[in-house]
């Protein structure tokens, strides 16, 4: 009789569609097995405390970004000649840094004012010279993943005030402290200007 293929034996033909069962699924739910069920977190680490600073007026994200965005405030407002002058003086410097023609060097920083963040490659700066402008509020050099920069400027404008940063400025290399508080914060474009070379040892 034609059953029209309705009872067809199909024991043999292989299925074209593959489905995962539930119980081949290796998901296990904590507490509950509800998909809706948010794992609860086992992190055995302590919320950082977010403490808000009041930056003075005048000093916000906003304000640094109009300020730094200004050629002409490079040498007024971020970086000193009288600093440029000490460290093309400093022996050590001009040791570290022979690769550089002195003259040439003295020109490219004193005569045409290009910044320090645009000479390449980066002038070294050894550490000794790094923790002599690491002094205060007025002075302020510090090292992040073996960058020197001078903050001094900056210090108002950090959201996380100034006094975290005074406490940590004897550290080698702020990097860690800084991934502590904001990973995310890109540094090296926020503190361009203050950029002064790389650390040598
Ligand atoms: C010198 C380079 C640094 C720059 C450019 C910088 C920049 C910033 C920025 C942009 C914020 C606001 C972040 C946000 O609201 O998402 C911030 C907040 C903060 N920063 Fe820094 N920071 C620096 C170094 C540090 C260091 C070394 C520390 C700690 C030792 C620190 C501690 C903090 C704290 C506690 C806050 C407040 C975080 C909060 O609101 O939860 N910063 N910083």
Redesign the pocket.
């Known amino acids: 009789m034609n059953t029209g293929g309705m009872n067809r034996d199909v024991s043999d033909s292989k299925p074209n569609v593959r489905f995962i069962t539930p119980q081949r699924l290796n998901v296990t739910h904590p507490t509950t097995s509800s998909p809706l069920h948010m794992p609860v977190s086992r992190s055995t680490r302590k919320p ?1 405390v ?4 009041r930056l003075d007026p005048g000093h916000s ?1 906003l304000d640094w970004h109009s300020l730094t965005s200004n050629p002409e405030n490079y040498y007024t407002k971020f970086v000193s000649l009288q600093l440029i002058q000490d460290l093309l003086d400093d022996p050590a410097f001009q040791r570290d840094n022979c690769k550089f023609s002195p003259t040439q060097l003295r020109n490219q920083l004193l005569v045409q004012k290009i910044p320090l963040y645009k000479i390449m490659p980066p002038l070294r700066i050894n550490r000794a010279i790094v923790k002599k402008h690491c002094k205060d509020e007025d002075e302020l050099w ?1 090292v ?1 993943n073996n960058k020197v ?1 001078d ?1 001094s400027s ?1 210090l108002k404008f ?3 005030g100034t006094d ?2 005074l406490r ?1 400025r004897n550290s080698d290399d ?1 990097i860690t ?2 991934n ?3 990973q ?2 890109n ?1 090296e474009k ?2 361009q200007v203050c950029f002064i070379g790389i650390v040598c040892e």
């Open positions: 950082l977010r403490t808000k600073i994200a510090c992040i920069y903050i900056y950090h959201p996380g975290i940063l940590h702020l402290y800084f502590r508080y904001h995310w914060v540094y926020l503190l």
